[in-house]
């Protein structure tokens, strides 16, 4: 008992009772064999050796019995001195089926796959599979994403659009740093990898989710367009004005059509917003806002990215990175409120902004645009919360309380009564 409660402790102490518990189980039944047949020998005066080779012939005809039973039994032995897994690691066996390790005894390990159904898989099969450890020899778990354009602008150039991509992201890790490679080229498409890595296995999708989008933004900021499939050979369009874009060629008309919140603007709204608009440039590492500043200014970003950066104690802590088609600056418009942190460029940024003057008209003709710049403020504080100490610069009210604070400041009726 003694020994048996020591193996126990020892797993314990190491923080690994529920890996452990096969090893635990076999270091326990030969302490309890070995008990036995050392009463037997020494209490009842019996020869071990004659009650051993008796034993044998039945220990025979019970194997071949349980023959395959015994074969995951040994294979569950092997897998847990070997430890190519562990509970909680992610694999992925032959044929592309992958799981989180849940619990390994001593017939099955049980997986959770994709879809949270639990998968248990016999330990002989995964003694005889070969599998891919996602989760080791560390956590992060590398990801490439592999993108086509029109050759309508230099490699170099994509590629650097590309790089910017990985710079705005916030779901990827940055070291190792992220790359972006030309890995091929010919007269349909330019093909651009991008390979970067994540904290977690898990996390792979949600951040794979976040650069598609951002492809998407940053392409349509610099002009770029998507090729089609590898293997089907489509000539691409000359690149020219679509309908509306030929009757709005502005780039302040185009940069509202593609923004959701001003999409319900009738298109005399967005000429005459479009027209009011301020084209501002910013260098690499200047400051665009710094915190506790307020801005007077709805910003909208058109191209290049920014970070925005809280200092409290001395220690800067991350908000937000700012890409095409974000806006910012809308907690100065809207409340008066001062800036929960210092907005910098970390590339060449290019901003449009929209005056609090301009925007209180277009406000009063559209009322539920308040609402709208009131949910956005709100989430974006409550963001701000999650990151940083709770203070009267980030702490934000509900959605409702805002768009009513913003309607009495801008004097603007409620939805119904403007109906």
């Known amino acids: 008992m003694v020994l048996v409660t020591s193996v126990r402790l020892f797993l314990i102490f190491e923080n690994k009772p529920r890996e452990g518990r096969l090893a635990q189980d076999l270091v326990v039944g030969v302490i309890y064999l070995g008990a036995g047949l050392a009463l037997v020998a020494n209490v009842f005066s019996l020869p071990i050796g004659t009650l051993i080779a008796t034993s044998g012939a039945f220990a025979i005809v019970l194997g071949l019995a349980l023959q395959s039973t015994l074969n995951d039994v040994f294979s569950g032995v092997a897998l847990n001195l070997g430890r190519p897994y562990a509970v909680g690691d992610w694999i992925v066996l032959e044929g592309g089926f992958q799981g989180r390790v849940v619990e390994t005894n001593w017939r099955s390990t ?9 998968v248990v898989l016999p330990n002989s099969t995964l003694a005889k599979a070969r599998l891919v450890n996602l989760t080791r020899p560390d956590e992060t778990h590398g990801v490439s994403i592999t993108v086509r354009f029109l050759p309508t602008r230099t490699p170099a150039a994509i590629e650097e659009t590309m790089r910017t991509v990985l710079l705005s992201s916030v779901s990827i890790v940055k070291t190792p740093p992220p790359s972006a490679l030309v ?50 050979a489509i000539p691409y369009p000359e690149v020219g004005l679509d309908g509306l874009s030929a009757k709005h060629p502005g780039t302040p008309w185009r940069l509202l059509e593609s923004i959701s919140l001003f999409t319900t603007l009738t298109d005399d709204e967005k000429d005459a917003l479009a027209s009011s608009m301020t084209r501002r440039t910013y260098q690499k590492n200047s400051m665009i806002a710094s915190q506790g500043s307020k801005l007077s200014s709805l910003m909208i970003m058109r191209t290049g990215v920014a970070v925005v950066e809280h200092t409290e104690n001395g220690a800067r802590s991350e908000l937000a990175r700012l890409s095409p088609g974000d806006l910012f600056g809308e907690r100065g418009v809207l409340v008066d409120a001062a800036e929960a942190g210092d907005t910098r460029a970390l590339t060449f940024v290019v901003i449009y902004e929209i005056s609090k003057e ?27 919360e999650h990151l940083t100490n709770a203070n009267a610069l980030v702490h934000g009210p509900h959605p409702d309380t805002l768009a009513s604070r913003i309607r009495r400041l801008f004097e603007i009726p409620k939805e119904a009564e403007y109906l």
């Open 110 to 118: 049980h997986l959770v796959n994709g879809t949270e159904d639990l």
């Open 183 to 232: 890995v091929g080229i010919d007269s349909q498409a330019i093909e651009i990898e991008l390979s970067f890595r994540v904290s977690g296995f898990s996390l792979a999708g949600a951040a794979k989710s976040e650069i598609f989008d951002l492809i998407y933004r940053h392409a349509k900021a610099t002009g770029l367009k998507m090729a089609g499939p590898r293997d089907v």
């Open 358 to 384: 301009d925007l209180a008209a277009v406000m009063r003709d559209r009322p539920a645009l308040a609402e709208e710049l009131g949910v956005l403020l709100s989430r974006r504080m409550e963001d701000e």
